[in-house]
T-cell receptor
Framework: NAGVTQTPKFQVLKTGQSMTLQCAQD?????MSWYRQDPGMGLRLIHY???????DQGEVPNGYNVSRSTTEDFPLRLLSAAPSQTSVYFC????????????????FGQGTRLTVV | DQQVKQNSPSLSVQEGRISILNCDYT??????FLWYKKYPAEGPTFLIS?????DKNEDGRFTVFLNKSAKHLSLHIVPSQPGDSAVYFC???????????FGPGTRLSVLP
């Protein structure tokens, strides 16, 4: 069981470049999300999706786009990379609120370490 | 201002002793709390959770205590083992939502 898979694991970008971080899950979870982790700040929510075709902004959405065309995939796009976007990015998935008898914890991918120079 | 705080960036404990990790929150609407454990170069993994209708939840060596009046929760690990050495994140959500607010983490080192 693969769980949540993120690619790539490492990436170096030049300022102004764009790229897509991939995330896929095989647990049939409706809810998926992207977080970034910075030193001393924990994980902060960038964007989330409650199901295919539905996305919304989290705490720090500026400079990022998302789409959710299938239940399995939730890619994160950096439109024009900036040094402030140097971070470790985590994708997560969990059961939706509609399945109230299920546990609410999120399952995380291994992360993508992004450096913008 | 951080809504979830973990005021101890690091903690060292001897193997076999108790580890106590603390977490404070400011949003009274939070109704569900989780602890995650993170090893280097890996994603966080779920450890234990507690709903606001409870004040204690146990799972093996791990116990989480919630004090709603103080807006404080703690994670107790007894006995501590070297494999418990990791960064521990406290997280909270409101209105039975799936969006969580994370604390900055506490790095636990269990010394043999």
């Amino acid at each position: 069981n693969a769980g949540v898979t993120q690619t790539p694991k490492f990436q170096v970008l030049k300022t102004g470049q764009s790229m897509t971080l991939q995330c896929a899950q095989d647990m049939n979870h409706e809810y998926m999300s992207w977080y970034r982790q910075d030193p001393g700040m924990g994980l902060r929510l960038i964007h989330y999706s409650v199901g295919a075709g539905i996305t919304d902004q989290g705490e720090v959405p500026n400079g990022y786009n998302v789409s959710r065309s299938t239940t399995e995939d939730f890619p994160l796009r950096l439109l024009s990379a900036a040094p402030s976007q140097t971070s470790v990015y985590f994708c997560a998935s969990s059961y939706s609120l509609a399945e109230l008898t299920r546990a609410r914890e999120a399952f995380f991918g291994q992360g993508t370490r992004l450096t913008v120079v | 201002d951080q809504q979830v705080k973990q005021n101890s960036p690091s903690l060292s404990v001897q193997e076999g002793r108790i580890s106590i990790l603390n977490c404070d929150y400011t949003n009274s609407m939070f109704d569900y709390f989780l602890w995650y454990k993170k090893y280097p170069a890996e994603g966080p993994t779920f450890l234990i959770s507690i709903s606001s209708i409870k004040d204690k939840n146990e799972d093996g060596r791990f116990t989480v205590f919630l004090n709603k009046s103080a807006k404080h929760l703690s994670l107790h690990i007894v006995p501590s083992q070297p494999g418990d050495s990791a960064v521990y994140f406290c997280a909270a959500s409101a209105d039975y939502g799936q969006n969580f607010v994370f604390g900055p983490g506490t790095r636990l080192s269990v010394l043999p």
